[in-house]
């Protein structure tokens, strides 16, 4: 019989390749067990996997809690200022979950808190190697180190805080409010450029409240910048013409600056507000006497630049005569009996009705009040806020033999 191709199949077209029958079926059923095998291996390699996973998960699950009991016996010892107790309850909680970053920062202000700046310091520069542009870490070790003093780090760690990466909400607020306790530390310390510096650019930052830019102003006085403090308080009073702190800051840093006519406006606007306020009324009377008692302000008529003039000559030689009264034989005699002299010379020039004196006698004579007055409440004191003004007025115009 002869071989077809294609009229072979199962046992029969095995014999006629040549393969014995019960070799065939052995090797089938070997095959069959290998497979049912490696199948059983198979799940029950992955029942220990779903085992393992659901124990480890289990486990996690229940350190997190106990790490979230110990952190929470540790926020109530320390609300109950039982500081060495928290720092224990917290250390237990970082235990059972090290990689819990809230935990460690917790911890380290646990124990700066309790003076326990070298540990606290240790913790959180490890915490930083890991983390280096975290704002919070940042700031808790600029803290740390402003405690002790240490200037330049403590201020390289502020601005990593100010400059790095901030989690949470109202991430603005908060970032200002570290800005000025930057400025604060600074001020503090006797740097006042920096701080100045670090206040050009929180302006840059403020919002259009009233109160941001008085507390600005407030810390520009501090650094002794006067025209950015005064620039503080009319941006305050721009937001808020009702704000007498902002109003009265803004009169009176006017004053230092010897705007007496801008210094006037502010305080009139914290007296229609505060009527009661001593030290403003007081202030505002002063600069009120500079305004009217001045011979060289601007846009003044002749005549009556003269009765200024004379009337503050006849009150400083007036004052001159009364210290010389009381200190006759003292050290300041010789001083003040020299001015007498010198006024009772120009006297007659100043008072003439037909020639009013020109410009250079005013001034000359400006600058005398000054003297007699300068004098005279240097030796005998407690000047009235008239004779204060007239000392004011020949600063004003860089009078006066001082």
């Given at each position: 019989m002869a071989f077809q191709p294609g009229n072979y199949n199962?046992?029969?077209?095995?014999?006629?390749?040549?393969?014995?029958?019960?070799?065939?079926e052995k090797t089938v059923r070997i095959f069959d067990r290998e497979i049912l095998l490696l199948m059983a291996l198979a799940v029950a390699a992955f029942g220990i996997f779903v085992f393992t996973k659901m124990m480890a998960t289990r486990e996690r699950q229940m350190e997190s809690r106990i790490a979230r009991d110990w952190y929470e016996r540790g926020q109530q010892s320390m609300a109950s200022g039982k500081n060495e107790t928290a720092i224990a309850d917290f250390r237990s909680a970082f235990a059972s979950a090290l990689n819990n970053q809230e935990y460690a920062l917790t911890l380290a202000d646990a124990l700066a808190t309790a003076s326990h700046d070298a540990e606290a310091e240790q913790l959180l520069r490890r915490l930083r190697e890991s983390d280096p542009e975290n704002a919070?870490?940042?700031?808790?070790?600029?803290?740390?180190l402003a405690k002790h003093g240490e200037i330049s780090d403590a201020v390289r760690y502020y601005q990593n805080a100010l400059y790095g990466r901030w989690a949470g909400s109202q991430i603005d607020v908060r970032r200002r409010h570290l800005r000025v306790e930057l400025?604060?530390?600074?001020?503090?310390?006797?740097?006042?450029?920096?701080?100045?510096?670090?206040?050009?650019?929180?302006?840059?930052?403020?919002?259009?409240?009233?109160?941001?830019?008085?507390?600005?102003?407030?810390?520009?006085?501090?650094?002794?910048?006067?025209?950015?403090a005064l620039k503080g308080y009319r941006e305050a009073v721009q937001l808020d013409s009702r704000n007498i702190e902002a109003l009265t800051g803004a009169g009176k840093v006017s004053f230092q600056l010897r705007d007496y006519a801008s210094a006037r406006q502010y305080l009139k606007g914290a007296m229609e507000l505060d009527w009661q306020s001593s030290e403003v009324h007081q202030l505002l009377s002063l600069t009120e006497s500079v305004l009217n008692d001045d011979p060289l302000a601007p846009d003044l008529a002749p005549a009556e630049r003269q009765r200024r003039l004379v009337l503050d000559f006849q009150r400083s030689q007036q004052d001159l005569e009364n210290c010389l009264d009381k200190n006759s034989g003292g050290n300041s005699a010789t001083g003040l009996q020299a001015l007498k002299t010198e006024a009772l010379a120009v006297q007659s020039k100043l008072s003439r009705k037909h020639h009013p004196p020109d410009s250079d006698t005013i001034a000359a004579g400006t600058s005398l009040v000054f003297s007699m007055e300068k004098a005279a409440s240097d030796a005998c004191g407690e000047p009235s806020i008239s004779d204060q003004a007239l000392v004011l007025i020949g600063l004003l115009h860089n009078g006066g033999r001082q």
């Open positions: 199962g046992l029969r077209d095995r014999r006629l390749l040549g393969f014995p029958r019960v070799r065939d919070e870490i940042n700031t808790d070790l600029a803290r740390l400025v604060g530390f600074l001020i503090t310390h006797g740097e006042r450029n920096l701080a100045s510096s670090e206040l050009l650019i929180l302006q840059t930052e403020l919002p259009k409240q009233s109160s941001s830019w008085t507390e600005v102003a407030k810390l520009s006085l501090e650094t002794g910048d006067l025209q950015q």
